[in-house]
């Protein structure tokens, strides 16, 4: 999301975020409840890391069904 006034993120920045995701989602599919309970609160508040979340749910079940 571009906002007024300040400047985007260098691309590294912009895609750190995405890998956090899934290294939580990771963490917390194998039973870490403090990677669970940190993705739980940023998901219930950044509709776009709840989209890159579920994306990276389905494809690990994808990938399980294969």
């Given at each position: ?16 975020w ?11 599919e ?13 998901l ?23």
């Amino acid at each position: 999301m571009i906002t007024p006034g300040v400047p985007p993120l260098p691309v590294e920045a912009a895609g750190s975020w995405r890998d956090r995701i899934v290294d939580l989602h990771v963490l917390a599919e194998n039973g870490d409840p403090d990677a669970a309970a940190t993705a739980r609160q940023w998901l219930d508040r950044d509709a776009e890391a709840r989209r890159v979340w579920d994306e990276v749910e389905q494809t690990c079940d994808r990938i399980r069904r294969t």
